[in-house]
């Protein structure tokens, strides 16, 4: 989607740009604090670190290139890898985020580094990696090769590790969105929302950022009550204050220019489609967009009509301000 909406190619896109690096650790590429937006790392809508729990996980890591990145994959993946293990590692200063136990491979190569013959650091790793922990005699092998006593428990305490191949194709694809991100703003918001569309409120997110601060505090304040769907809004809300942040703003729905389930780019303005309305589905969206290639909508019974667009969802419409300016009926009245 962001190829078709910018024309790059993301092959191209170097996995160690500075600028995209650095929104894994702070907000400053994206022109705004952290103070704005709710969070000190700029990957609102990244996949793989977009959320709260993986967005703590960079803030305790900082990192520093793309072999991190990878690790962090790795710690957000795996079970009883990170909390209780690899993040008391870190934050004691006990070991580096390079040192410490992310994916399966990880525990190969550092065992065979320190001097363990390779088919049993092979063993040890996949024992751990499946939550078995470690035999005795491995324990002990481990130590006379001088192996940290906090790698040892690190070892014991994995219940799951993930596979660096899965962890790095992740991260491959998370660092080309955020290049997007930086260098392609309005399509990275474009493609954001459009494969969240179900979640998304135009009603909402147009009154700007006043409405969409309220909403973010109303969300976190129901705390354990918010159901599934307001956590899902709470993050179009998150990125949607980004982006107002960034001088970017979403538009009304328009009846000439919404498409019915893409957000659109026009003129350098974000245009949400009519799915974008809650309550509109698809089959609407689709049928008011067919009627209108087919000619311009003359009033609101045409549309209605032609469009197949039921009183309810008319209403709706109305309220948004898509019809503001269409007649009510074709019909002439003379006076």
């Not at 160690?16 to 650790?25: A, G, V």
């Not at 103070?35 to 809508?45: A, F, L, P, R």
């Not at 991190?68 to 293990?85: A, K, M, P, Y």
């Not at 957000?263 to 309305?277: N, S």
Request: net charge negative; hydrophobic share 40%; proline share 4%.
């Amino acid at each position: 989607m962001l190829e078709d909406l910018t024309g790059c190619n993301y092959q191209d896109i170097p996995l160690d740009e500075p600028k995209t690096l650095s929104l894994f650790s702070s907000t400053d590429a994206l022109g705004v604090t952290p103070e704005q937006i709710g969070s000190e790392v700029g990957t609102y809508g990244i996949p793989e670190f977009g959320t709260k729990f993986t967005r703590q996980m960079l803030v305790d890591v900082q990192p520093k290139n793309f072999t991190e990145l990878v690790r962090i994959s790795g710690f957000s993946h795996g079970t009883d890898v990170w909390l209780g293990n690899a993040q008391d590692l870190i934050l004691s200063g006990t070991a580096t985020a390079s040192e410490v136990i992310g994916c399966r491979d990880d525990i190969m190569i550092y065992l065979i580094h320190m001097g363990l013959e390779p088919i049993r650091a092979f063993k040890i790793m996949e024992a751990v990696r499946k939550g078995k922990g470690l035999k005795p005699d491995e324990e002990e092998y481990m130590r006379e090769k001088h192996v940290p006593e906090w790698y040892i428990k690190s070892c014991k305490t994995v219940k799951y590790l993930f596979p660096k191949a899965h962890a790095v194709a992740y991260v491959m694809m998370a660092f080309r969105i955020a290049w997007f991100k930086v260098y392609h703003p309005l399509a990275f918001y474009a493609a954001a929302f459009t494969v969240r569309t179900d979640d998304f409120d135009a009603d909402v997110i147009c009154k700007g950022l006043p409405e969409i601060e309220q909403q973010i505090k109303n969300i976190k304040a129901m705390g354990n009550d918010a159901t599934d769907k307001d956590k899902k809004f709470q993050i179009i809300l998150e990125i949607c204050l980004e982006m107002y942040h960034r001088g970017f703003s979403c538009e009304r729905v328009s009846l000439l220019e919404s498409d019915a389930e893409n957000f659109r780019i026009v003129d350098g303005r974000l245009i949400p489609p009519f799915c974008a309305l809650q309550g509109l589905g698809q089959s609407v969206a689709h049928s008011i967009v067919e009627a209108r290639e087919q000619g311009p909508f003359t009033s609101i019974e045409d549309l209605s009509n032609r469009g197949k667009v039921g009183k309810s969802l008319i209403e709706t419409l109305q309220n948004h301000g898509v019809l503001d300016g269409l007649p009510e009926s074709d019909q002439l009245q003379l006076f």
